[in-house]
C-alpha cells in the first residue's frame, strides 16, 4: 500500500471559521509533510514532522497548526484564514533520509477556499 | 540552497512521438533527484529517482531519466509519448537535514501536452 489519504477533498471556509484537514498513511513512515501549492506553482513546503515531532517549520503564519498525533496521522488545523491561503493542500510521507528509498508519496490534496 | 530549474513552461509532442523533459540542477555535494507527475486537481506521482549508481533511471509508465553530472541535468524521457501523458511535471532536488526529513525543492513545473 503506497497511499497517502486526505480529507476532505474540497473544502470551503470563511475567513472566522476554524477547519482542520487529515492526512493517514499506513506505510510506516516517520517522516509526514505539509505542503502548500497555488494553481499553476510548484507545492511549496510548510512542515515537516520526524518521529511525530515538529522538525521544520518554514516560517508559516500561526493560523497554520499542525499536529501529529501517532505516527499514521498529520492534521493542519486552519483559523482565521485570509482569501490568499486558498490553494491546493498536499500531504506527503516518506522514510527518514537513510539509505535509497527516500522518494515522498503524496495524497491526493484538499483543495481548500477561504471566502 | 539546493535548487532545481526547468527551462521549459510547457512541451508539445505528437502522439507516438519521444518526449523530453529538461530539469538542471544546482547542488552541493551529492544530488537526490526526482521526478514526479501531476494529473489536474490530484497529487503528485513519483514516476523516478536517481540517488547513485547508472546514469539512466528508469521509472514508471514506461519513463526514464538521465543523469548527466558534467551538464548538471536530468532530464525526463519517454520514447514514445501518450495522450495520457498530459500533465505538469516536475523535477525535484531533495535537501537532506539529518533527522528531520526531506525537504523537497521543486521546479517551476513543465506542462506536456500530447497531442492525437
Known amino acids: 500500500d503506497t497511499e497517502v489519504t486526505q480529507t476532505p477533498k474540497h473544502l470551503v471556509m470563511g475567513m472566522t471559521n476554524k477547519k482542520s484537514l487529515k492526512c493517514e498513511q499506513h506505510m510506516g513512515h516517520r517522516a509526514m509533510y505539509w505542503y502548500k501549492q497555488k494553481a499553476k506553482k510548484p507545492p511549496e513546503l510548510m512542515f515537516v514532522y520526524s518521529y511525530e515531532k515538529l522538525s521544520i517549520n518554514e516560517s508559516v503564519p500561526s493560523r497554520f497548526s499542525p499536529e501529529c498525533p501517532n505516527s499514521s496521522l498529520l492534521n493542519l488545523h486552519l483559523h482565521a484564514l485570509q482569501p490568499e491561503d486558498s490553494a491546493l493542500y498536499l500531504c506527503?510521507?516518506?522514510?527518514?533520509?537513510?539509505?535509497?528509498?527516500?522518494?515522498?508519496?503524496f495524497g491526493q490534496g484538499t483543495r481548500l477556499t477561504v471566502v | 540552497a539546493q535548487s532545481v530549474a526547468q527551462p521549459e513552461d510547457q512541451v508539445n509532442v505528437a502522439e507516438g512521438n519521444p518526449l523530453t523533459v529538461k530539469c538542471t540542477y544546482s547542488?552541493?555535494?551529492?544530488?537526490?533527484l526526482f521526478w514526479y507527475v501531476q494529473y489536474p486537481n490530484r497529487g503528485l506521482q513519483f514516476l523516478l529517482k536517481?540517488?547513485?549508481?547508472?546514469?539512466l533511471v528508469k521509472g514508471s509508465y514506461g519513463f526514464e531519466a538521465e543523469f548527466n553530472k558534467s551538464q548538471t541535468s536530468f532530464h525526463l524521457k519517454k520514447p514514445s509519448a501518450l495522450v495520457s501523458d498530459s500533465a505538469l511535471y516536475f523535477c525535484a532536488v531533495r535537501d537532506t537535514i539529518k533527522a528531520a526529513g526531506n525537504k523537497l525543492t521543486f521546479g517551476g513545473g513543465t506542462r506536456v501536452l500530447v497531442k492525437p
Open positions: 547542488v552541493s555535494g551529492n544530488p537526490y
Open positions: 536517481y540517488i547513485t549508481g547508472d546514469n
Open positions: 506527503a510521507s516518506s522514510q527518514l533520509p537513510r539509505g535509497r528509498n527516500t522518494e515522498a508519496f
